[in-house]
């Protein structure tokens, strides 16, 4: 619910000219505080750590409302926002899934994880929902906007509560012995020891590839989506209704796939097909948004993107179950979190290269953002054969295909 409403908060405060920077950054950050995280994931507390988290995220979310209250460089305070947000929703759920795959077989979690990323999104959903009603409602007077971030830092701190009403505390599981064949360093994320493993398995070597693809073409794609909702409105309050609405429809889709036939799609397809579904969906997004930039190609394309999200979200953590119980914390950190900050900053340096060819060729925005697509479609194409290389890892490896 907390990013459902410092997404649209921060989006609609920077606007779409500042947007690529903030992702930028925020993708920066995100890399450095998740491989923090990944050095220690394997031997913290991860239930502490999570509580502290959420308290220290709570004082941030004050002292951002604060800041847009009292200063005039509102865009800046908004940007930091998306930091923020960025750091909470990677760094607080990379450790509750981590939790997670530690609780649970990979059976189990075929089963399950779709439940628990769907209950996520209805949260999602209802912080994306009641940012958008607010835009321009005003509550004894004041903007009803400027009463969402405490809302979040009173949300962190009951989160942190239940957290530690209801969270057992966690047995970590025993390192390997110093003579074992891979032995746990605290340097390991960096020392090459989770490459390798990556590596040398063929379907994680792929889907690792995916991570990095899907994320950059995800980036260019909303992009995309941003510039066809200016056709909505012009001000900030007109965006953050507007992205609000489109937003919304992307968690109700993504909850209602993950949790609902995630595993029956999983059991149905298989590894290799399902993980081919977001490239496919990402490039006809791409076209269809480049061919007609409108309302209409927006909610289409975030409709069908966390369709695809939510098909294969559970199936990429379940497959991680599978990894050597001494690294799966850093593993899983590595796919699930450095790899698509990776990728978000690849999008990004792709965004401003296509802006900085068109700035010097004083194209007009429609042309300019028309070029940025085409780029995201050839992007989109080289993750589709990825993709294909990942389906075919999985037929040579029928066990688990």
């Given at each position: 619910m907390i990013q459902g409403i410092c997404d649209v908060l921060a989006t609609s405060g920077v606007g779409e000219r500042g947007i690529v920077y903030m992702w930028a950054v925020d993708a920066g950050i995100a890399l450095v505080g998740i491989g923090a995280l990944a050095r220690g994931v394997d031997s913290v507390d991860r239930r502490r750590l999570g509580i502290t988290l959420l308290l220290i995220f709570a004082a941030c979310y004050l002292f951002v409302w604060n800041r847009t209250l009292h200063s005039t460089h509102t865009a800046f305070w908004w940007g930091a926002l998306g930091v923020v947000d960025t750091l909470q929703s990677n760094l607080v759920v990379l450790l509750a899934w981590a939790l997670a795959r530690d609780l649970f077989n990979e059976v189990e979690a075929i089963r399950l994880f779709g439940l628990l990323g769907g209950v996520a999104y209805i949260g999602t959903l209802a912080g994306t929902g009641l940012a958008g009603f607010v835009a321009r409602k005003l509550v004894f007077g004041?903007?009803?906007?400027?009463?969402?971030?405490?809302?979040?830092?009173?949300?962190?701190?009951?989160?942190?509560?239940?957290?530690?009403?209801?969270?057992?505390?966690?047995?970590?599981?025993?390192?390997?012995?110093?003579?074992?064949?891979?032995?746990?360093?605290?340097?390991?994320?960096?020392?090459?020891?989770?490459?390798?493993?990556?590596?040398?398995?063929?379907?994680?070597?792929?889907?690792?590839?995916?991570?990095?693809?899907?994320?950059?073409?995800?980036?260019?794609?909303?992009?995309?989506?941003?510039?066809?909702?200016?056709?909505?409105?012009?001000?900030?309050?007109?965006?953050?209704?507007?992205?609000?609405?489109?937003?919304?429809?992307?968690?109700?889709?993504?909850?209602?796939?993950?949790?609902?036939?995630?595993?029956?799609?999983?059991?149905?397809?298989?590894?290799?097909?399902?993980?081919?579904?977001?490239?496919?969906?990402?490039?006809?997004?791409?076209?269809?948004?480049?061919?007609?930039?409108?309302?209409?190609?927006?909610?289409?394309?975030?409709?069908?993107?966390?369709?695809?999200?939510?098909?294969?979200?559970?199936?990429?953590?379940?497959?991680?179950?599978?990894?050597?119980?001494?690294?799966?914390?850093?593993?899983?950190?590595?796919?699930?979190?450095?790899?698509?900050?990776?990728?978000?900053?690849?999008?990004?340096?792709l965004l401003f290269a296509a802006r900085w060819f068109t700035d010097a060729l004083h194209w007009n925005e429609t042309n300019a953002m028309r070029f940025t697509v085409a780029i995201g479609v050839l992007a989109a194409l080289a993750n589709v054969a990825a993709g294909g290389r990942l389906r075919r890892a999985f037929a040579d490896a029928p066990e688990v295909a």
């Open positions: 004041m903007a009803a906007t400027d009463l969402l971030l405490p809302l979040c830092a009173v949300l962190a701190l009951l989160t942190a509560l239940i957290v530690a009403w209801l969270v057992p505390h966690h047995v970590q599981i025993k390192p390997p012995e110093p003579d074992e064949e891979t032995p746990l360093t605290l340097h390991s994320v960096f020392d090459g020891q989770t490459l390798r493993y990556l590596w040398e398995q063929p379907t994680l070597r792929w889907l690792s590839a995916l991570q990095v693809g899907n994320a950059a073409s995800w980036t260019m794609m909303s992009l995309a989506v941003l510039f066809a909702l200016r056709s909505v409105g012009s001000d900030n309050a007109d965006l953050q209704q507007a992205y609000a609405h489109v937003r919304i429809v992307g968690p109700l889709a993504h909850a209602m796939v993950q949790a609902a036939v995630s595993g029956w799609l999983l059991r149905r397809l298989g590894y290799g097909k399902l993980f081919l579904i977001t490239p496919l969906v990402l490039l006809f997004n791409l076209f269809v948004l480049g061919m007609a930039p409108h309302l209409a190609s927006a909610w289409t394309a975030s409709l069908l993107i966390q369709f695809a999200f939510g098909a294969e979200g559970a199936a990429a953590h379940a497959l991680l179950v599978r990894t050597p119980g001494h690294m799966r914390g850093r593993v899983g950190t590595f796919v699930m979190g450095t790899l698509p900050q990776t990728g978000y900053l690849l999008g990004c340096g």
